[in-house]
């Protein structure tokens, strides 16, 4: 196949014999295609079943409620119930982390879109209908709704916080080259295929039992428990798997499960509440969008000297997850770049808008994009290739004097620079630019950009204590083998990677994995699944588990013929013991006979991370996954269209566990960045209403949208140095930086227009933003 013709990728062959490498499908892969997975709203519905639906001012998004009549509401047909924060027997709370996120408002409401009761009813539509009913009236105060209006307030919702490595303002004065400037990055909507939903189920004495679409069973278990005034033991999360998450279930989806509960304690019946698409926009948070104000310093072939750089995210009416999203925005704003010295800053301003959360990638995102808006900007002021500015900032290797991040962490496994050259060749990036400068000559109106940018990404959580996992085995003596752990299936393959791992460690068919849905009655005080941390913590976790059944089984098998322990091999679904072959079953079911346990806890606590935030200073992540893409974009100067028409990219997953779930979420997260950045546009109004709240006004990319010609390989790595789960890297939220390299390459498309010309492109780079920036590159 020639290099001009489109092609997709192609998964490699496993190079292992077992279960860890192979190319699986994703356990619910044939049940979704055949339309049969079972999500929530798929659960048989028991009987005497309420709904609920949230009830909000329409109008107003910040002041005091001066009116609240719900007589019209209760007299509905089919409501059985009316609650407001009145009927809340605990704290009316569901924030993760600072407070100031009351289930139900009282007294004042500080966004457009918040609770302030819940209706249940016979049924959704009765439910839905009778929430419209409410007479209610706010004394409406001006809302602060940008980050522009949050800045004017003054009003943070957590204090400044930053890093400074040397003397950022004495290095940029002294500089050969200097500038200054401003980006604006957008928000993003997750928009999940399954939105917000719960089914609580009351049981003996109080109990709860609570299905949620949840990233973190545990902490939707600790906050029903308080709310309803109950032991945490009393309440009970389950979640078999989500239609996506993104991060906009990690903390959010609290208080949709803490009003099910508060119903089905009310009612003594069961309650499901179900979001529709325009509530569940309107009421749950985004990706933090930011204003980014930046001074640097470079010599003239383009190395950089100092960056002083401050972001200001828009926050919302609280803190939510905002301290370790905006904490990240400042890890990885060095992107894969050495800053001499550096200042970077972030304020996180509060505004009258729903909190915003987290979302994949958690504020990594927005650094990076800063990082590569500067390596553009140097570039084309100094008439440079993008590609040799980005190559001569790379962190350099071990006792360069360039490989120690601006927060104090060395950067010791640095594959950065050999990942760029890789795909640089693989490419055929400098051959496609010189034919991108070709068309650009030869074509008024249409103009192609091309741009290869790297990602480095730090994985661990940045708040110590999050970074562990439980796991719970159970092998049945016919040989099947149960897996129940902390993390949580939101279509990633989570699951499917974890059941790999005790398959393998056992020697058997991955067949004869039975996976369950993580509960909290299995598996407690989990913590949530995000930071592209769920196969590391939760895949060591269940390794433990297995392999403390096996030196079990072991054992009994030196017992019973006679064998030392070298001797015993589990392989191929049975158990070679000595000059013996017995199956994986026979064994399983001789434990039994003997009275030796075959179910066992696993528990993993990933080492090394030191982080001390206060002073600044320690380790705050195990290792970096890399990666990189070379995207060739057109755009019409016309209308401001653009078309991507290639994406190549290598990514770095180590020793992967699975091959074709890697790719899957390389692809996914590539089109997911490619959407914040080119399509998806958040527009709230003066008064602080969301007006994109469904997919006819929030455009999210379609299939028509992904490049005809998208290739992904992953680095032939040897694995990884540090000791994850069968050396493998951490795949979930890397690839969705990639997509930065379509942001770079409009901006080398517009640039072409007028050589030494920075573009004034924000982000998302949508057809209107590409028009204006075309535009301005036409005005002296």
Request: hydrophobic share 40%; net charge neutral.
């Amino acid at each position: 196949m020639s290099d001009t013709q489109p092609r997709r990728t192609h998964i490699p062959a496993p190079d292992v014999d077992y279960a860890v490498g192979n190319a699986l499908p994703h356990d619910s892969a044939a049940w979704q295609i055949q339309g049969n997975a079972r999500y929530i709203d798929d659960i048989p519905e028991p009987a005497n079943l309420l709904h609920m639906a949230p009830g909000h001012a329409p109008n107003g998004a910040k002041g005091r409620i001066d009116k609240l009549d719900l007589d019209a509401v209760r007299a509905a047909p089919g409501v059985a119930a009316v609650l407001t924060a009145e009927d809340i027997p605990g704290p009316n709370e569901c924030s993760p982390s600072f407070g100031g996120d009351p289930i139900l408002a009282q007294g004042a409401i500080n966004f457009h879109g918040q609770v302030i009761f819940a209706v249940v009813a016979e049924s959704h539509d009765q439910a839905r209908h009778a929430a419209r009913l409410a007479d209610i009236e706010v004394g409406a105060e001006a809302p602060a709704v940008s980050v522009d209006d949050g800045l004017r307030a003054g009003d943070m919702v957590l204090p400044d916080y930053q890093f400074l490595t040397g003397t950022p303002e004495d290095a940029i004065t002294e500089a050969g080259h200097r500038a200054s400037g401003i980006i604006r990055v957008g928000g993003q909507e997750h928009f999940y295929l399954e939105g917000q939903i719960a089914l609580a189920l009351p049981g003996d004495g109080g109990e709860m039992h609570v299905h949620a679409s949840t990233q973190h069973p545990s902490e939707v278990q600790h906050l029903v428990a308080a709310m309803l005034k109950l032991p945490e033991a009393a309440v009970v999360c389950e979640c078999r798997r989500m239609g996506g998450g993104f991060g906009g279930k990690e903390s959010q989806a609290s208080q949709w499960a803490c009003l099910a509960a508060l119903g089905a304690h009310v009612t003594g019946r069961a309650v499901k509440i179900r979001l529709d698409r325009d509530d569940d926009m309107i009421m749950t948070g985004k990706r933090h969008d930011v204003l980014v104000t930046y001074n640097y310093g470079h010599d003239a072939k383009g190395r950089l000297a100092a960056v002083d750089v401050a972001f200001d995210a828009r926050c919302g009416h609280s803190a939510d997850l905002s301290l370790g999203v905006c904490d990240r925005t400042l890890f990885h704003t060095d992107n894969a770049y050495f800053y001499p010295h550096a200042r970077i800053l972030s304020r996180r301003v509060r505004t009258n808008t729903v909190s915003n959360t987290a979302f994949r990638g958690f504020g990594g995102p927005q650094g990076m994009l800063f990082a590569e808006r500067m390596m553009d900007e140097i570039a084309i002021r100094l008439g440079l290739d993008p590609l040799d500015v980005r190559k001569r900032n790379l962190y350099g290797p071990a006792k360069s004097g360039r490989d120690v991040t601006p927060y104090g962490m060395k950067v010791a496994d640095n594959i950065a620079p050999s990942v760029v050259r890789r795909l640089e060749k693989t490419s055929r990036y400098r051959q496609r630019r010189r034919a991108v400068r070709a068309f650009n000559k030869a074509n008024r109106f249409l103009k192609k950009g091309i741009a290869l940018t790297p990602v480095k990404f730090g994985i661990a959580f940045t708040l110590k204590h999050l970074n562990q996992a439980g796991a719970l085995v159970h092998v049945y003596t016919d040989g099947s083998v149960q897996v129940n752990h902390g993390g949580t299936e939101m279509g990633q393959g989570l699951y499917t990677k974890v059941a790999q791992v005790v398959a393998e460690e056992f020697g058997i068919d991955f067949a004869h994995i039975q996976i369950t849905a993580t509960k909290t009655d299995k598996v407690p005080n989990t913590t949530p699944t995000a930071a592209s941390s769920g196969s590391d913590l939760n895949g060591m976790a269940a390794k433990r588990a297995a392999g403390a059944i096996k030196d079990r089984m072991t054992k009994l098998a030196c017992q019973l013929y006679q064998a030392g322990r070298g001797e015993v091999q589990f392989a191929n679904n049975r158990v070679r013991v000595g000059a013996r072959d017995i199956s994986f079953a026979e064994l399983a079911k001789s434990c039994f006979l003997e009275r030796v346990s075959l179910s066992a806890t696993g528990y993993f606590a990933t080492p090394k991370i030191t982080w001390d935030r206060e002073t600044a200073t320690g380790q705050p992540f195990l290792y970096f996954a890399y990666g990189a893409a070379c995207s060739e974009v057109t755009i019409d100067t016309l209308t401001g269209e653009m078309r991507v028409d290639r994406v190549d990219v290598l990514h770095d997953v180590g020793k992967s566990l699975n091959p074709a779930l890697d790719i899957g979420q390389i692809e996914g997260g590539f089109v997911q960045g490619m959407g914040w950045l080119t399509t998806e546009e958040l527009v709230f109004d003066a008064a602080g209403r969301l007006l994109t709240h469904a997919p006819s006004t929030y455009k999210i990319p379609t299939a028509s949208d992904v490049p005809e010609d998208f290739r992904i390989n992953l680095w032939q790595s040897k694995g990884n140095k540090e000791p994850t789960i069968y050396r493998s890297k951490a795949v979930g939220e890397p690839p969705i930086m990639l997509a930065i390299s379509v942001f770079s390459a409009i901006t080398d498309a517009v640039a072409s227009l007028r050589p030494g010309r920075v573009p004034q492109l924000d982000a998302p780079a949508t057809p209107e933003a590409i028009a204006r920036a075309v535009q301005s590159m036409r005005v002296d």
